[in-house]
């Protein structure tokens, strides 16, 4: 197991009820994990805990040989090797693409950053946009320059926030199956957060449905959205993908 | 052990800056609150008897005064210049925050000038139409001219804080009111002041606070008001210790007002709740509308900018000479660089306290904002007392450090400059820290985690992508209160060292020495500086 989670619990201080409660997973190396859930299911709360943004009340987390927190240790989110694309992206204004991919190489030599940035936006298939600054781009772009510059100092986990909710529904589905090509050309293990079941199920090889900080089902696509009939009722998201199978 | 780990996650350099800058804040005002229940002297049993009721009575009056017209200015301007467009309109918009250029003790004097018997006013009628006035009906040294000179040039704290909300909050429910056939003076009483309560409220906190540190105003006017008598008791009749005892009542008083402030407000914001926000759009004035509300702004403006600046203008022209000397430019120095100084430490200080409560949950993030702020509504002269005491005091601590190190053993931190920019710090830190803050909350938490996943630490991710971002508000933060510390007084007139002056402390000097027309290229130099930063800031805010 790369990934493990262990009795996970959290609680925003100024919340009555635990935001998390006992959250549980184990990750393969280089599997796409889908946690989906509804909105304020603290989806992005889990992907915060492990990312080191916020503090657990309880459990532990190893990614790797590594223990980022547990009871005693907490390891800062910068020094986790842990990526993420955010759900608005978050790219410095102030810098161009190119600079924007190479601030997380900071370690890096001069020659080694240049490779780099070419490879990441190689992969992403935006080789002339280097010099672009980030409001000169459009929405999936700036999604994807932001995937690069998670990718670039090749992290050990990769985690993405509602990637797909600021693209319009078209874009949506061509970039799915894209950012699937590349998560699996690279082999870095991920998880992404979702509302929609057609996203998880397009990319995930593994879906964690999430309800109110608890882990309901986990599975692949098929045993949860295939098989399980009464899904329907359980899930208050619209089950398109039931008449599609 | 999870404490421990929490404790040991949040000990940063940011966490421990932040604690020593915030006890920096709060030590001067502790100082006083330890000393206020020492045991009384003589002096003060006296002025508890005899004077302090008097003292009360002034202060209140002044502030009850002063309170109510600017909130009638101030509100009744916001409403005309948002909800109607009529001739000058976009020039009053940002003119009508130009009285607060002059600070209220230059407008005093220079009142004074042209309305006593040598001034234009009285001079005219005497030559031009032989008549000679009644003495008593020209004199402004009283209680109503105190107020009516505060009012006027505070009054623009009411008028910025109403017309943001009125702008940006207030279109659904005037438009409503319009629709349904309102005339303008109903929706100003039933549907702009109801609304604007909060708003309101926080621009008249603001006058009120102002009020209570105000000591040019009052003391050239003869009246006995808490400042004044915290000056006489210190500097009078040499004994700190019962100015201490006035200071420490103020400050009560002073957090009453706040107190008060909070309940008045309830738990109305007036922060921008909605994103989208829609202007209220101005209806066109026709016919002789038009000239009324051009009138009344032109009223206002006029004697709370032009006929003062005309007045120092004119003086001017009588002193010029004063320009070439190299004591003026010695005073411009001497301003301009312990406020640059006094800024710069600001600017610093509220950048590291910002930063530290933004990142952070918990008792002390949640509390250092507040105590940041606290020294603005602490007045001058009070703060100056505290810091006085705290630093005589650590000055008979390091006593025998001098000694050792073969000083003469004096008072070396007391009598510095270190001390006056210090007073300067605390009381205008908040200045600084607001305009931060809000540049702070523009931006959001989002760069900054997303540097810190990509390996940055807090502060590498500061230097590398919040301080970029926030440039403008840290600029902002630096001018505001570089020109709050210009026109400071009380504060000046205390710590300053001997033999120092700023271009404040000599213009009241002057005014006080009855050679008015001396004051006023100090004064107008102060006037020019703020005036230019309002136009900036006018003009920068717009574009936003
Ligand atoms: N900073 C915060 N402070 C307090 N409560 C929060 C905060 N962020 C999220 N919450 C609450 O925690 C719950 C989970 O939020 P979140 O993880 O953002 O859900 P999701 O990403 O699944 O929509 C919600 O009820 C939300 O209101
Ligand atoms: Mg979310």
């Known amino acids: 197991m790369f990934v493990h989670i262990r009795n996970l619990a959290f609680k925003y201080p100024n919340s009555k009820d635990n935001t998390i409660n006992d959250f549980n997973l184990t990750i393969d190396q280089g599997e796409i994990i889908s946690i989906l859930g509804e909105s304020g299911s603290g989806k992005s709360t889990i992907l915060r805990l492990i990312a080191g943004l916020e503090m657990p009340t309880n459990g532990n987390i190893m990614v790797g040989d590594h223990c980022m927190c547990s009871n005693s240790t907490f390891t800062q989110p910068e020094k986790r090797g842990v990526g993420m694309v955010f759900q608005d992206y978050a790219l410095f204004p102030h810098m161009t693409v190119e600079d924007n991919i190479k601030f997380g190489l900071q370690k890096w030599s001069r020659k080694d950053k240049k490779n780099r940035v070419g490879e990441v936006l190689e992969l992403v298939n935006l080789e002339d946009y280097r010099k672009r600054y980030p409001f000169e781009l459009s929405g999936g772009q700036q999604q994807r320059i932001a995937l690069a510059r998670a990718l670039a100092p090749k992290p050990k986990l990769l985690l993405f926030d509602e990637p797909f909710s600021n693209l319009d529904a078209d874009l949506q589905i061509r970039i799915r199956e894209e950012l699937r090509r590349i998560i699996k050309s690279t082999g870095v293990t991920s998880i992404f957060v979702t509302h929609d079941q057609d996203d998880s199920q397009a990319l995930a090889d593994r879906i964690v449905v999430l309800r109110e900080g608890e882990v309901a089902q986990v599975g692949t696509a098929q045993e949860i959205l295939g098989t399980d009939c009464n899904f329907a009722d359980r899930m208050p998201v619209k089950p398109r993908v039931l008449s599609r199978v | 052990m999870k404490w421990f780990r929490s404790l040991k996650t949040t000990m940063n350099l940011w966490t421990v800056f932040s604690v020593i800058f915030v006890l920096l804040v709060l030590l001067p005002n502790l100082s006083i609150i330890v000393q206020f229940f020492a045991e009384p002297n003589e002096n003060w049993l006296h002025i508890r008897e005899y004077m302090l009721q008097n003292y009360i009575q002034n202060t209140l009056i002044l502030v009850f005064f002063v309170g109510i017209l600017t909130l009638f200015i101030g509100t009744s301007l916001a409403w005309i210049i948002s909800a109607y467009d009529f001739p000058m309109r976009r020039f009053f918009q940002w003119g009508m925050i130009l009285p607060l250029a002059i600070p209220p003790y230059i407008g005093a004097y220079t009142y004074h000038g042209i309305l006593n018997y040598t001034g234009v006013i009285q001079t005219s009628l005497r030559n031009q139409f032989d008549v000679t006035v009644n003495q008593q009906y020209f004199n402004i040294m009283n209680m109503p001219g105190a107020i009516f000179i505060l009012t006027i040039f505070l009054f623009p704290y009411v008028y910025t804080i109403t017309k943001a909300f009125l702008a940006r909050q207030s279109t659904a429910l005037v438009e409503n009111a319009r629709i349904l056939g309102s005339s303008s003076w109903r929706i100003y009483f039933r549907v702009v002041l109801p609304i604007s309560r909060a708003a309101i409220i926080a621009g008249v906190s603001l006058v009120i606070l102002e009020v209570l540190n105000d000591y040019g105003v009052v003391s050239y006017y003869g009246i006995q008001t808490f400042t004044t008598a915290i000056f006489q008791t210190w500097f009078g009749m040499g004994d700190l210790q019962s100015a201490v005892k006035l200071s420490g009542t103020l400050m009560v008083i002073v957090l009453g007002i706040l107190v008060v402030e909070r309940i008045a407000r309830g738990r109305r914001q007036f922060s921008f709740t909605t994103t989208k926000v829609k202007l209220l759009q101005p209806v066109k004035l026709e016919g002789r509308k038009k000239w009324y509300a051009f009138s009344f702004c032109m009223f206002i403006f006029s004697i709370g900018f032009i006929i003062p600046v005309i ?234």
């Open chain 2, 311 to 544: 007045q120092l203008i004119y003086w001017a022209t009588m002193t010029y000479e004063q320009l070439f000397s190299h004591d003026f430019w010695q005073l411009i120095w001497n301003s301009v660089s312990v406020a640059f100084t006094a800024s710069t430490i600001i600017v610093i200080m509220a950048v590291v306290i910002s930063n530290f409560a933004r990142l952070n949950r918990g008792m002390l993030a949640k509390t250092f904002p507040k105590i940041t702020i606290l020294g603005y509504s602490i007045p001058g002269a009070v703060i100056a007392v505290g810091v006085v005491t705290l630093f005589t005091a650590l000055d008979r601590q390091l006593f025998g450090f001098y000694e050792w190190l073969g000083l003469e053993p004096t008072l070396l931190i007391s009598t510095s400059l270190f001390m006056l920019v210090f007073a300067y710090v605390i009381r205008y830190l908040a200045v600084g820290y607001n305009s931060i803050e809000s540049g702070f909350d523009r931006i959001g938490t989002n760069f900054t985690e997303a540097s810190r996943m990509l390996g940055m630490s807090v502060t590498k991710s500061f230097f590398k992508v919040d301080m970029k971002l926030i440039r403008g508000a840290i600029f902002g933060g630096f001018i505001l209160a570089f020109i709050d510390i210009m026109k400071e007084l009380p504060l000046t007139l205390i710590l300053r060292p001997f033999n120092f002056d700023t271009l404040a402390t000599k213009a009241y000097q002057y005014a006080v020495d009855e050679m008015i027309q001396q004051a006023a290229i100090p004064s107008i130099f102060i006037i020019l500086v703020s005036g230019i930063a309002i136009y900036v800031f006018h003009h920068v805010l717009e574009k936003e």
